[in-house]
């Protein structure tokens, strides 16, 4: 079985700084992967980046990076230079077993980030 | 990124009546979709995976026989809630899983309100 724990209920950050929003998870898998969603006060869910375990080097897309340290089970979502847009619910998620759990994600509880001007 | 719709976005019904909800994957085919219910202010709970051409897979709790899942082709999925009660009152999202990156994306999410 896979858990996901995000240990931050609520982070606040100043407009053009950087965030770092912790992700932990705990697998027996040895192959899995690693998601991070952002979800606006509108509901939808927005694919943010994916770190798959046998990555060596850290995912990056755009103002988002995934520090990933593998040996302390853990998968951090780094925002560099906050927008105001960037208020919202971060979900970070497993995928175990890569496809042998029939894909299921297993989600954290969500960190809720707001962005102050 | 790859788009998935759903529809409708919110819908208010009585008490006993059936709520379809449809989740469309728009420029990709998805054999595997599935659907999560959210509660306010809380994280995503996987309801059912449904496969294309196959019977959908519930988890544990989930009433099948209530929400009724149809995933006739590989674009499109369905949610029907069956004799819906106040309880059933939830936001309700799908997800459609692109095979080449094994990436789930979400749709918009449909707002069920039983009166």
């Known amino acids: 079985a896979q858990k996901i724990t995000q240990t931050q209920p609520g982070m606040f950050v100043q407009e053009k700084e950087a965030v770092t929003l912790d992700c932990t998870y705990d697998t027996s898998d040895q192959s899995y992967g690693l998601f991070w969603y952002k979800q606006p006060s509108s509901g939808e869910m927005i694919f943010l980046i994916y770190?798959?375990?046998?990555?060596?080097q850290n995912a990056t897309e755009g103002r988002y990076s995934l520090n990933f340290q593998k040996a302390r089970k853990s998968a951090n979502l780094v925002i560099s230079a906050s927008q105001l847009g960037d208020s919202a619910m971060y979900f970070c998620a497993m995928m175990g077993a890569w496809g042998g759990s029939n894909y299921k994600l297993t989600f954290g509880k969500g960190t809720l980030l707001t962005v102050n001007p | 990124g790859a788009v998935v719709s759903q529809h409708p976005s919110r819908v208010i019904c009585k008490s006993g009546t059936s709520v379809k909800i449809e989740c469309r994957s728009l420029d990709f085919q998805a054999t595997t979709m599935f659907w999560y219910r959210q509660f306010p202010k809380q994280s995503l709970m996987l309801m059912a995976t449904s496969n294309e051409g196959s019977k959908a897979t519930y988890e544990q709790g989930v009433e099948k026989d209530k929400f009724l899942i149809n995933h006739a082709s590989l674009t499109l999925s369905t949610l029907t809630v069956t004799s819906a009660h106040p309880e059933d009152s939830s936001f309700y999202i799908c997800s459609a899983r692109d095979q080449g990156t094994d990436t789930q994306y979400f749709g918009p999410g449909t707002r069920l309100t039983v009166l």
């Open positions: 770190q798959g375990s046998y990555d060596e």
